[in-house]
């Protein structure tokens, strides 16, 4: 019936609408290619010049590795990437385990709207707005010194959305009959959580570490207000390639090996997600 329905001369596409149809598809294939293009070959041309003599001539020839070298020898990076790398993890676990309690009760909760509202109010407020009133609150008012608790707590404002938005994806369709009936043949709640809802819920978890993960690494604009006297990775990039240019290609060379450690790392985390899902 549906295909009668559908040749049906009353509902067949003309050919002025199959070619609207055809063009709206061709120019999205190739404003999706455009789209693609604008996001990997800057990260290409950045790894080709990490390697040129000249690189902020943005000529690729001729090769080097004397970026690299300086790199090496220069070691006041490290201090900073091994804090900003400590503090990304910890806020990306705790995004995770934070956007998991607040996911699993906003669905069902009074006022889910307006709670929701709260909780995702950060993501459109100014980085550097955000980071001026915390930096009153904690400095001014509470008199407080500013250090990697106050850079922890304002990435993790500025991170927490996001992981919530991405678990409230699963728990905004989770089926609550089948918490129902773990606890009607007598399981516990920990015994339902781990066995049930963790395993439905596992994606929306690792994204929502992930996104904390990546916003707390590269976080800029709160951190200048939060940090005291601290330095991340972020904030040591920004102030070698404001005030010495000479440093620029060494900066090239960093940003270099943070995308080829960070990128291979993501993919793999994404493909053993997608793959148990399709399993499952």
């Not at 804090?83 to 009760?105: D, E, K, N, Q």
Request: hydrophobic fraction near 55%; charged fraction near 10%.
């Amino acid at each position: 019936m549906n295909t009668l329905a559908i040749d049906h001369p009353a509902v067949r596409p003309t050919r002025t609408q199959l070619g609207d149809w055809t063009a709206w598809t061709v120019m999205a294939k190739w404003g999706g290619l455009l789209f693609i293009f604008l996001i990997y070959f800057p990260l290409a041309w950045l790894a080709l010049m990490s390697i040129s003599e000249r690189p902020l001539s943005g000529i690729p020839l001729p090769l080097t590795m004397d970026n690299y070298r300086a790199l090496v020898d220069d070691t006041r990076w490290v201090a900073p990437f091994s804090i900003s790398l400590l503090i990304a993890v910890f806020v990306g676990i705790v995004s995770a385990i934070a956007a998991t309690l607040v996911g699993r009760h906003l669905p069902n909760a009074k006022r889910s709207g307006l709670k929701l509202l709260l909780c995702v109010i950060p993501l459109f407020v100014p980085g550097m707005s955000m980071g001026a009133a915390l930096f009153i609150v904690f400095r001014a008012m509470l008199g407080l010194k500013l250090g990697y608790w106050s850079i922890i707590a304002g990435h993790f404002i500025w991170a927490f959305p996001f992981g919530l938005l991405v678990v409230l994806v699963l728990t905004s369709r989770f089926d609550h009959r089948l918490v129902e009936a773990a606890e009607d043949l007598g399981a516990s709640k920990l015994r339902t959580f781990l066995d049930i809802e963790l395993p439905i819920l596992r994606p929306g978890i690792v994204g929502a570490g992930l996104f904390g993960f990546l916003l707390s690494f590269n976080e800029v604009l709160r951190t200048m207000f939060l940090r005291g006297t601290s330095t991340t990775m972020p904030i040591y990039n920004w102030t070698m390639a404001a005030s010495q240019q000479s440093q620029v290609p060494i900066i090239f060379a960093l940003a270099t090996i943070i995308l080829l450690v960070t990128l291979p790392l993501l993919a793999g985390v994404f493909w053993v997600l997608y793959a148990r899902i399709d399993k499952s």
